[in-house]
């Protein structure tokens, strides 16, 4: 599969540019340009919806009639991180002594669950520059789990480094559950004078607009 990833960002640019993302829907190919001066990113970036449908059109614009195995194999390998990523989201609630189910039906859907696949190409000066910025997980990640969790489940601050000799190459896998979810702490994670409710309760539509006029 590293290969299949891989072989995008060793097509020639105009070719990439045939997937790009439109000016304001971030999903497809772009390309990030580094300032050496500051910690900026750089990195190439392909971002599809959790759809089968999306990512043959968009392999479609890009390899034309030879994108059939670029296609399967992109959707069979988001398949397996779904199947992976309910799985961790079972283990996790039985580990916090909660339904096995408690998170994991609120992902039924895909209506927002995405992968991001990031190339980082060789860096004349990787100390100054970051593959991508420092950031939390804002979608599932973790930056969700900690408020459903009362803090129980941690955030945690990432980020890619590049190389100065070689191409890297990272993918990200963005579980989103419906718009209607709550995002409630359950009261068995809660205790007023040990443990109190840090989060109001709000759902994850809610969370997501407030979080694009944010970045607007």
């Known amino acids: ?69 670029y296609s399967d194999a992109m959707i069979a390998y988001m398949d397996a991180l779904d199947k992976l990523g309910m799985t961790i989201l079972e283990m996790l609630a039985h580990g916090l002594g909660l339904r096995d189910d408690f998170f994991m039906k609120n992902f039924e859907e895909k209506e927002a669950t995405m992968i991001r696949i990031n190339g980082y190409p060789p860096c004349a000066l990787p100390e100054k520059c970051f593959g991508l910025s420092l950031s939390l997980s804002l979608s599932l990640s973790l930056s969700l789990i900690h408020a459903w969790t009362n803090g129980s489940l941690k955030s945690v601050v990432h980020r890619a480094v590049v190389n100065k000799k070689k191409n890297r190459l990272s993918v990200a896998y963005f579980m989103s559950p419906t718009a209607t979810a709550t995002i ?33």
């Open 1 to 69: 599969m590293k290969s299949r990833l891989n072989e995008i960002f060793y097509l020639p640019m105009e070719q990439k540019l045939k997937g790009a993302r439109s000016a304001n829907l971030p999903l497809g190919y772009w390309a990030t340009n580094p300032d050496y001066g500051q910690n900026l990113p750089s990195a190439e970036i392909i971002q599809l919806l959790q759809s089968p449908q999306q990512v043959l059109g968009f392999t479609a614009k890009v390899f034309g009639d030879q994108h059939k195995a």
């Open 184 to 216: 409630d702490c359950p009261p068995q994670l809660m205790d007023p004078e040990t443990n109190p409710r840090r989060f109001v309760p709000f759902t994850w539509g809610d969370f997501r607009r407030e979080l694009l006029i944010q970045k607007r």
